[in-house]
């Protein structure tokens, strides 16, 4: 993606609570599993195909730190290597070394938000802040809000938010809705994420349901998870969440976008997401305004197979530095 191209993200306004929306979702897991279990078995992505599907992944990663050891060096190397997320010599054999590819954004607690904003200023890379109790969310209400509005203050323009689990597990939809909504107010012009921690919520109808609630109370993106639970992001629940989107954007018109986070480590691994996207929302969902990877690793993955097609072989760990 070039600086000079980076179209405005899509924005979500929301809707009124509609529990007639949630009564009609049923999921068959069944069905669910069948048809995610055929993506990459069917056909595979092939050679120039392959390539333009490992460039278009590496701009839609949000690459992310999210340790307890974070520091501002290391959140400093991040910040470098998304605004040149693949080697020149290999871009240089594709012809994409002058079209100024980076990353989706970059993504970094609170604390780190202002180093990042220090690395980043005057490029095209947004700042994604995780927030609001990340990643349990069970800090109280009013201190999620102000963390949303410090990180904004600071400089991030996206802003990753995690709903209270329990309201999803007991059904509680229009106290999520509530709580959604106001986490989105305090936004302000940063877009939303919503982190559904999809891992935790029992079935797969909640999953519908929760991604249904989390639109309809102005979330830009519904995301997969924290990259800290047990089970992360899965093509059975991302087929789930995509059809929810689709079913929100033929019922109000407004596009909401996708992200997987966790586990998603191969270019493998992102060809397959991809190949799902296109298939069930179609290409208008495959960029970055409405399509993000939850990623620290696959970046270095992606830069070594487009490495391989360049030259035909892989080099030392070292050439890809990551932090």
Known sequence: MTSATRPETCVNQGTSFHADWLDSIRVNKSAVERRTGTIGTRRS????AQIAFMLK????????????DDTAGRVKRLCQKAMSPVRRDILDVFGM????????????????VAEAAKVLEGSTVPIAAVSTGFPAGLAPLETKLEEIRRSVDAGAKEIDIVVTRSNVLTGNWEALYDEVKAFKAACGSAHMKTILATGEHGSLNQVAKASMVAMMAGSDF???????????????????MMRQIRDFYDRTGIKVGYKPAGG?????????????????????????ELFRFGASSLLGDL?????????????????HPMG
Request: a negative charge; aromatic letters at 8%; proline letters at 2%.
């Open 45 to 48: 992505v092939k050679k120039d």
């Open 97 to 112: 070394a002058d079209m100024g590819l980076t990353t989706g954004a970059v993504c970094v607690y609170h604390a780190m």
């Open 303 to 319: 830069e070594r197979q487009l490495e391989y097609h360049a030259f035909g072989g892989y080099s030392a760990a070292y050439r």
């Open 222 to 240: 519904i995301k997969t998870s924290t990259g800290m639970e047990g089970v992360n992001a899965t093509l059975p629940v991302s087929l789930v």
């Open 264 to 288: 998603i480590k191969t270019a493998k691994d992102a060809v397959a997401y991809l190949t799902l996207v296109k298939e069930e929302l179609g290409r208008a969902w495959l960029e970055p």
């Open 57 to 68: 992944a590496i701009s839609c990663i949000d690459l992310t730190t999210l340790a307890g």
